[in-house]
T-cell receptor
Framework: KQEVTQIPAALSVPEGENLVLNCSFT??????LQWFRQDPGKGLTSLLL?????REQTSGRLNASLDKSSGRSTLYIAASQPGDSATYLC?????????FGTGTRLKVLA | GAVVSQHPSRVICKSGTSVKIECRSL??????MFWYRQFPKKSLMLMAT?????????EQGVEKDKFLINHASLTLSTLTVTSAHPEDSSFYIC??????????????FGPGTRLLVL
């Protein structure tokens, strides 16, 4: 049974810092790994999707990497801004199911 | 492309009533739709998976008589919370995927529906 965990659970950083969010999964037989952003009381915004055959994806200040053999994915946020404050969720896809991680609540201080 | 909508975005109802939530794929045919539930400050938990024209598959611990799911067309799935109680108050999110496209394993998420049962 796939289990997905995210570390840290919460993070507070000053504006401008580069930061790394971690996602671990127990079953390496995944189809893809996706990172989402969720603002309070809102739905999910897809940030990056990494197919199982890929190692990383980049979009603007965001870079996500995937290491299936070790069961890890990281989301790197460069030059963080107060607008980046949100909860970040990772989800591992396998056999048409997404298993979501526990989330990291990020707060970027101005 | 790949837009999923939900209606309503927010609903308040009295205990004992039934509430229907709609999930629509606006610009693609969703062969499979998923319903998730999210408690405050918690992650999303998959409730059920539905394929167009067939019965939904419920996850362990989810009462199928309580949460009725219908997926009658390739663009619409509905979740009905029957005889709602305060403990059913939650954020419900649907997603859709398509076996007809290239990204068959990718799910596209709706904006969510917040249900409050008084």
């Amino acid at each position: 049974k796939q289990e997905v965990t995210q570390i840290p659970a919460a993070l507070s950083v000053p504006e401008g810092e580069n930061l790394v969010l971690n996602c671990s999964f127990t079953d390496s037989a995944i189809y893809n790994l996706q990172w989402f952003r969720q603002d309070p009381g809102k739905g999910l915004t897809s940030l990056l999707l990494i197919q199982s055959s890929q190692r990383e994806q980049t979009s603007g200040r965001l870079n996500a990497s995937l290491d299936k053999s070790s069961g890890r994915s990281t989301l790197y946020i460069a030059a963080s801004q107060p607008g980046d404050s949100a909860t970040y969720l990772c989800a591992a896809s396998g056999t048409y199911k997404y298993i979501f991680g526990t989330g990291t609540r990020l707060k970027v201080l101005a | 492309g790949a837009v999923v909508s939900q209606h309503p975005s927010r609903v308040i109802c009295k205990s004992g009533t039934s509430v229907k939530i709609e999930c629509r794929s606006l610009d693609f045919q969703a062969t499979t739709m998923f319903w998730y539930r999210q408690f405050p400050k918690k992650s999303l938990m998959l409730m059920a998976t539905s394929n167009e024209g067939s019965k939904a598959t419920y996850e362990q611990g989810v009462e199928k008589d309580k949460f009725l799911i219908n997926h009658a067309s390739l663009t619409l799935s509905t979740l009905t919370v029957t005889s709602a109680h305060p403990e059913d108050s939650s954020f419900y999110i649907c997603s859709a995927s398509s076996l007809l496209g290239l990204n068959q394993e990718t799910q596209y998420f709706g904006p969510g529906t917040r249900l409050l049962v008084l």
